[in-house]
């Protein structure tokens, strides 16, 4: 009797010993497939390139040294065009997903992302408030879009969570709050359009497509850093996340865990790292809903396993429509939000499908 | 080690939701938390697991007051399980269970919260199911879960609410027995429940609550009286003691019960009243 009890004991723990291993394995699986996928990514495009054409290129980046002109051609192409667009797009999906996965297990709702706060269409206006204000003034509009989308983006999700926090950030109060900003800026962002001419109504729409074609080194690094600054504290904070999203408020609070700070905290970093993401690359749905969803079939909801393997498939997500949008129609190239739209939105609703139970 | 609730006061808007409510629980005693809908039963719990802030009195157990800890020491003394409610997300059994260890771990669980998560699998008769998702379990099952999550998390003091309220009888009956062994063992365990007949044959207490005051507490066998109850209840209510047992029934026309309009004499009885109970296992 006391062999039988303590072999199913036993079994227990070689049975969970097992799954972390195999997804540690799947981990690390997938992290090589993203490496693959974007040394592939950088030498594909309308010219293709060698992989000794990188290394001479990285060569030249890292120790210096002159090249011959058609080299430097080659090296200027992919250090000052391929390798920002590709980090931008795997650094940008990364934090989408990783917001979205916090947000998912904070409001203890699949089905919200980064955006269901209102974010995106904020950061749509301030776009567009920019765009018009510099023509009329002008200047030329770059930089001021960039400030002025996050700027509104924040502004927004400022708005609904101290709103939301009259209300013990109620889940449901939170959710309409974000709807309700939604329509605001929907529809300021239609008076805007509205009262602009063609060429600015094409600017609008340009930046609401989201693409990593403006790609710069700056917009990487700032990504980089962020992620290297939020990351880990996300990293420490999952198995209180994971006691909320498993347990519910009460239960957590009853666990230890100061529920009020850990959601105010972690959303705050997911909204701010996504208001920069959009303000760089304009607003690209469904990363950061649907890369949580997918790495959540892969290795399950544990939020400590959740929270890296979300940054990789959100990364290999917004790559992979990158690349397909670079290469479909050459030379033409797609905009990367309308991409992962089309991939994203059919995945999204077979995943709702195939739930067992209803969301 | 026993557990002293001094003086409870809570206000909910500038309303007094409780007075003043004291009474104190000795290890072995499973006591049910009783009254109306509305009454302060929820309110109670919570305000004992300090998820509501009182604005006056304590709750005192080995020397310290349990509402001026930390989140997490207060979690190493006292657990909770809710009414049983759906997980949003896919959870096995065994992680389930293992979230009674966080107060413990940091990032990592050490090879103790794991072996503290398989005693409590094993003790619940889960261990078969600990790689199933909780999803796919009844709702007994999932209530079970529920409490060995609370066994993990290695406290002395177990506070339930309404555990049983969705659940069908076989599972009531087997909610109430593991509560009533965690006890035997020398756990103080308080729930609120609505069922009065269960209460009457698992628990060896009972305190009542009504309108936010304390109105009786005792041995279930001795301040379950008609009198009282249809008071607290406001419904008349009849009570029968036969082969030891209490017998709690709604009473029908045939049966005048006088509901009355003061309370009973034995109001908030005394502490050290011979508790039937413990002495028949003794």
Not at chain 2, 17 to 22: E, R
Not at chain 2, 31 to 60: E, F, H, I
Request: net charge positive; proline share 4%.
């Amino acid at each position: 009797m006391a062999l039988a009890e303590l072999t199913a004991a036993d079994l227990a723990v070689a049975r969970n010993a097992r799954r972390q291993q195999w997804t540690t394995v799947l981990i690390a699986l997938s992290v090589a497939a993203l490496a693959l996928l974007t040394v592939y990514s950088t030498l594909k495009g309308t010219t293709s390139y060698s992989l000794a054409d990188l290394g001479t290129a990285l060569h030249q980046a890292a120790f210096g040294g002159e090249l011959a002109r058609d080299d430097q051609r080659v090296a200027n192409v992919l250090l000052h065009l391929r390798l920002p667009r590709v980090l931008l797009a795997i650094f940008s999906g990364a934090l989408l997903s990783l917001a979205g996965a916090a947000m998912q297990g904070l409001l203890r709702n699949p089905l919200v992302s980064p955006y269901t706060l209102g974010l995106s269409p904020a950061a749509g206006f301030g776009a567009a408030l920019a765009i018009l204000l510099s023509q009329s003034a002008g200047t030329a509009a770059g930089p001021y879009i960039s400030l002025s989308a996050i700027f509104f983006s924040l502004l927004c999700s400022l708005v609904v969570l101290g709103l939301a926090s009259t209300k013990s950030m109620n889940i449901t109060v939170l959710i309409l709050l974000g709807t309700a900003l939604t329509s605001i800026f929907t529809a300021l962002t239609a008076g805007l359009q509205y009262i602009a001419n063609d060429e600015a109504i094409a600017a609008i729409a340009r930046w609401t497509f989201g693409s990593v074609n403006e790609a710069r080194w700056s917009h990487v690094v700032v990504l980089l850093v962020t992620l290297v600054v939020i990351a880990p504290y996300f990293m420490l904070r999952a198995g209180a996340v994971n006691s909320l999203a498993f347990a519910g408020d009460d239960t957590a609070k009853s666990l230890g865990v100061n529920v009020g700070v850990l959601r105010v905290s972690l959303i705050f970093l997911a909204v701010t790292g996504s208001s920069l993401v959009v303000s760089f690359i304009g607003v690209v749905g469904f990363v950061g809903l649907v890369g949580p969803h997918i790495a959540r079939l892969i290795v399950g909801s544990d939020h400590r396993y959740l929270f890296p393997f979300s940054m990789v498939t959100g990364g290999f997500l917004l790559l992979l429509a990158d690349t397909l949008g670079r290469l479909v129609l050459p030379p033409r190239v797609i905009p990367v939000g309308i991409v992962v739209a089309l991939v994203g939105a059919p995945l999204f609703i077979y995943l709702i499908l195939r739930k067992r139970n209803a969301l | 080690m026993s557990l002293e609730i001094r003086n409870i006061d809570l206000h909910y808007r500038k309303r007094q939701v409780l007075h003043q409510i004291s009474f104190h629980l000795e290890p072995g005693e499973f006591c049910a938390l009783l009254g109306p809908n509305g009454s302060g039963k929820s309110t109670l719990t919570k305000a004992l697991l300090g998820l509501a802030p009182v604005s006056g009195g304590s709750v005192l157990f080995e020397g310290v007051d349990l509402l001026s800890l930390s989140r997490v020491e207060r979690a190493k003394r006292i657990a909770y399980v809710p009414q049983s409610s759906p997980v949003p997300f896919d959870l096995r059994v065994y992680d389930a269970v293992l979230l009674g260890r966080s107060p413990y771990a940091g990032v990592r669980y050490a090879p103790a919260d794991h072996q503290a998560t398989l005693r409590s699998l094993e003790k619940l008769g889960l261990l078969e199911l600990s790689d199933r998702y909780v999803n796919e379990l009844s709702g007994g099952q999932l209530q079970r879960v529920q409490i060995a999550r609370a066994f993990a998390q290695g406290t002395r003091i177990l506070l339930l609410d309404e555990p049983t309220s969705a659940l069908d009888l076989r599972y009531q009956v087997e909610t109430m027995r593991l509560v009533r062994e965690f006890t035997r063992e020398g756990g103080i365990a308080l729930m609120a429940v609505h069922d009065l007949n269960h209460a009457a044959r698992y628990c060896n207490r009972s305190v009542m609550i009504s309108d936010g005051h304390l109105v009786a507490d005792g041995a279930p066998g001795e301040v379950f009286t008609s009198q009282t109850l249809s008071r607290v209840f406001d419904f008349p209510i009849d009570v029968s003691h036969g082969d030891g047992l209490v017998t709690v029934r709604p009473a029908e026309s045939d049966h005048e019960i006088h509901v009355p309009s003061e309370w009973p004499a034995h109001r908030a009885a005394p502490r050290g009243q011979p508790n039937r109970f413990v002495e028949a296992r003794a």
